[in-house]
């Protein structure tokens, strides 16, 4: 059986929608999503679509999405963000502007809209998990030039932090990505070398993680916190682990640390909110329930 057969079988005709991705087993989109259709009586699922990085398997998936009556939509992870854009049929302003899509609705007409909710969760989970931390107060660091960082950092420029420090282990990414989020305030984005990371957190008040670097079954993020200040705010938007080696260290030294669960179940309110037509709330007994799914 192939995925979408499974994904078909599993929905057993409800309207769903899925989680998208290569690989897409770590994901815990469907407890998040899960916990809402059951504590809104939704007759309704959610589910997980591994695609691989191919056009033509892009192709396959908004073709799956357009042709099947109870398709609502997807959510989309590494690596599809970017290269899914050109496929649909439109993308919102926000999504537009950032370049990247992690949610794509389908509307009542078949056609595909893409939005980007990765920077309202990433700015909502910070406000609860780091409520003293100011935009303006410094310099921010931010790792990775990918679909996330591009919501990471456009949010981050939105809120007015003075400087932003871009970091990626390919630089013309970094360097492209500050080309495109440098307002003409007279505020900048500085790209650093992937070696020189590190040095990078001297005086920083934030530093976000947006690699997979430190996720269950990837590399390690080797970084030394030793220039960053103690009363900064450290953030991985990697959630399996939900502890990563980085807010371990973080959390040794005294640093505020922000995983990145919140971030995902906030993210995750745009989405549901199109597909199921029911307004949701992140609850703390919704964070528990997914962090237990994560074994955390």
Request: with cysteine; glycine share 10%; hydrophobic share 45%.
């Amino acid at each position: 059986m192939n995925p979408y057969e499974k994904l078909l079988e599993e929905a057993q005709g409800r309207p769903f929608a899925a989680i998208v991705g290569w690989p897409v087993e770590h994901s815990r989109s469907p407890a998040l999503h899960g916990f809402w259709l059951k504590q809104h009586r939704i007759d309704g699922h959610y589910g997980r679509l591994p695609v691989e990085p191919r056009r033509q398997a892009l192709e396959e998936l908004v073709a799956f999405l357009r042709r099947t009556p109870n398709a609502r939509g997807c959510n989309l992870t590494l690596p599809h963000k970017i290269d899914i854009m050109p496929l649909l049929d439109r993308a919102d302003p926000g999504a537009a502007r950032i370049g990247a899509v992690n949610t794509v609705v389908k509307q009542p007409d078949g056609t595909l809209e893409g939005r980007n909710a990765d920077g309202f969760g990433f700015l909502e989970a910070l406000k609860h998990g780091a409520p003293d931390w100011r935009a303006d107060a410094g310099p921010v660091v931010v790792l990775g030039a990918g679909g996330a960082a591009r919501a990471v950092v456009a949010t981050l420029m939105d809120a007015n932090v003075p400087e932003l420090r871009l970091v990626n282990r390919t630089q013309k990414a970094a360097v492209d990505l500050g080309a495109a989020f440098t307002p003409d305030d007279g505020r900048r984005v500085v790209v650093g070398h992937w070696d020189d990371r590190s040095r990078a957190l001297d005086g920083a008040t934030l530093l976000v993680n947006t690699t997979s670097l430190g996720m269950k079954g990837q590399p390690p993020l080797d970084l030394d916190l030793a220039l960053l200040p103690r009363r900064a705010t450290v953030y991985d938007i990697v959630y399996v682990p939900l502890e990563t080696g980085l807010l371990a260290a973080a959390r040794a030294r005294g640093n505020c640390c922000v995983d990145g669960l919140g971030m995902l179940l906030h993210q995750a309110r745009v989405g549901f909110e199109a597909w199921f037509s029911q307004k949701v709330d992140v609850s703390a007994e919704q964070r528990r329930a997914v962090a237990a799914d994560l074994g955390a």
